[in-house]
């Protein structure tokens, strides 16, 4: 079992940045791959960021890259989400996500993710 606990969402305005925490208990935190995702009012969950075990290889959703950072600290059971220049579209529960898995790289589909955290409310104002 591994449970998740994210922190960090408020209410910023465009333009602003916020990072979101995701710590991790339960488990070995160094054998999962970690995911950040996001859901919107009346739309569906989508994926925001993913990091492989080791912190080596990094994802982004296309909507999201080069302004959203994914880094993880194994030795505080933690990855984190260093959101920039925030835009009224990142309005969402932002979720994090683990994998149990030996395999290198990391995973965009949230059906392959094993264990999810209750969410935390970004809003971005304009």
């Known amino acids: 079992q591994v449970q998740l606990v994210e922190s960090g969402g408020e209410l910023v305005q465009a333009g602003g940045s916020l990072r979101l925490s995701c710590a991790a208990s339960?488990?070995?935190?160094?054998?999962?791959?970690m995911g950040w995702f996001r859901q919107a009012p009346g739309k569906e969950r989508d994926f925001v960021a993913a990091i492989s075990i080791g912190g080596g290889s990094t994802y982004y959703a296309d909507s999201v890259k080069g302004r959203f950072t994914i880094f993880r600290d194994n030795a505080k059971n933690t990855v984190y989400l260093q959101m920039n220049s925030l835009k009224p579209d990142d309005t969402a529960v932002y979720y994090c996500?683990?994998?149990?898995?030996?395999?290198?790289?990391?995973?965009?589909?949230?059906?392959?993710?094993?264990?999810w955290g209750q969410g935390t409310q970004v809003t971005v104002s304009s």
């Open positions: 339960g488990r070995t935190f160094s054998s999962t791959r």
């Open positions: 996500a683990a994998q149990i898995t030996t395999r290198l790289g990391v995973s965009r589909k949230s059906d392959e993710y094993d264990y």
